[in-house]
């Protein structure tokens, strides 16, 4: 796995949510939270959640679905995406960032 990496899946209470993989402390990684059960947030809203969190997908990515399997440590399958990103680049206005 190649850091950052944006993951989307299911929280606790059963809503969407984002965060991205860092090499930081899990405690310290961006999250967002869509506060929603269904439906599964749209290619354009996780773009506007990376955003939100400063971050962009990496060019040609595309979310991979993955399951985690049930066993003696988990007790149901778990649905969640992945995909590549890499820290959004500021915008140059006038040799000023933005």
């Known amino acids: ?5 944006a993951r989307m899946a299911t929280g606790v209470y059963g809503t969407w949510e984002l965060y991205v993989l860092t090499d930081a402390p899990s405690l310290d990684w961006p999250e ?4 929603r059960v269904a ?3 749209t290619l354009e ?4 959640a990376l955003a939100t969190l400063g ?10 679905w993955l399951e985690t399997r049930p066993g003696p440590e ?9 995909i590549p ?3 959004a680049t ?4 006038g040799g000023s960032a933005v």
């Open 74 to 82: 988990v007790m149901a399958a778990h649905l969640f995406a992945a």
């Open 45 to 48: 809203e996780r773009a506007a």
């Open 39 to 41: 439906p599964v947030p």
């Open 32 to 35: 967002y939270e869509f506060r």
């Open 55 to 64: 971050y962009e997908v990496v060019d040609g990515a595309e979310w991979e």
């Open 90 to 93: 500021p915008t140059v206005i």
């Open 85 to 87: 990103v890499r820290p």
């Open 1 to 5: 796995m190649v850091l950052p990496q």
